[in-house]
């Protein structure tokens, strides 16, 4: 772990890992195109996706033909918010057929403190997604979350365990409120 936390900056040698996954199956229903199956929508380009609404003060916007931003509806932990800007990378697959979603960028807004102490310049992410079409017809939606963290400034006083327990229950609150938005 000395390598990577020389690749992240670390003044401490100390790496936290952070993780936390979900999955979800969300049901659905040919209200707009009776006549469009879920399969053929997900053969679409991607460029003809269309956007969803990101509860709680979060975003989600097309850059590029297949590069979207995700603003995540901020997570407090301590005294502190963080508000992650996420860009990710559409594609869509072949066996199983799929449409993978991967971070290519994280940036995290945040409090003046996150600011600061220049959050991002510690952390480290990898997040994918895949959106899998299942009879019924529904989607199931399956994601994982990475972080590697170099503790900065006062996070560095504190144990892994209560850094990644803290940082977990962020994450997970985070990605299932992201989950929770592709039901409605």
Same mark, same amino acid.
């Given at each position: 772990?000395?390598?990577?936390?020389?690749?992240?900056?670390?003044?401490?040698?100390?790496?936290?890992? #952070?993780?936390?996954?979900? &999955?979800?199956?969300?049901?659905?229903?040919? =209200?707009?195109?009776?006549?469009?199956?879920?399969?053929?929508?997900?053969?679409?380009?991607?460029?003809?996706?269309?956007?969803?609404?990101?509860?709680?003060?979060?975003?989600?916007? &097309?850059?590029?033909?297949?590069?979207?931003? !995700?603003?995540?509806?901020?997570?407090?932990?301590?005294?502190?918010?963080? =508000?992650?800007?996420?860009?990710?990378?559409? &594609?869509?697959?072949?066996?199983?057929?799929?449409?993978?979603?991967?971070?290519?960028?994280?940036? #995290?807004?945040?409090?003046?403190?996150?600011?600061?102490?220049?959050?991002?310049?510690?952390?480290?992410?990898? !997040?994918?997604?895949?959106?899998?079409?299942?009879?019924?017809?529904?989607?199931?939606?399956?994601?994982?979350?990475?972080?590697? !963290?170099?503790?900065?400034?006062?996070? &560095?006083?504190?144990?892994?365990?209560?850094?990644?327990?803290?940082?977990?229950?962020?994450?997970?609150?985070?990605?299932?409120?992201? =989950?929770?938005?592709?039901?409605?």
């Amino acid at each position: 772990m000395l390598g990577l936390a020389a690749c992240l900056g670390s003044h401490s040698g100390r790496v936290v890992t #952070l993780r936390t996954s979900d &999955r979800v199956l969300v049901p659905v229903t040919a =209200q707009h195109d009776t006549y469009c199956s879920l399969q053929a929508y997900m053969r679409l380009p991607v460029s003809q996706y269309v956007l969803m609404e990101v509860p709680l003060g979060g975003s989600l916007r &097309r850059v590029g033909e297949d590069i979207f931003d !995700v603003i995540v509806p901020h997570v407090r932990f301590f005294d502190l918010w963080v =508000q992650p800007r996420v860009r990710c990378k559409v &594609r869509l697959l072949n066996n199983p057929e799929r449409v993978d979603i991967r971070c290519v960028e994280c940036i #995290l807004d945040g409090s003046p403190r996150v600011k600061q102490l220049r959050l991002t310049d510690h952390v480290q992410f990898d !997040v994918h997604t895949n959106f899998t079409p299942q009879q019924g017809p529904a989607i199931q939606s399956e994601s994982y979350i990475n972080v590697l !963290v170099d503790p900065p400034g006062p996070f &560095r006083y504190f144990p892994d365990f209560i850094l990644q327990t803290v940082g977990e229950a962020a994450l997970k609150a985070s990605l299932s409120t992201l =989950q929770a938005s592709l039901a409605r």
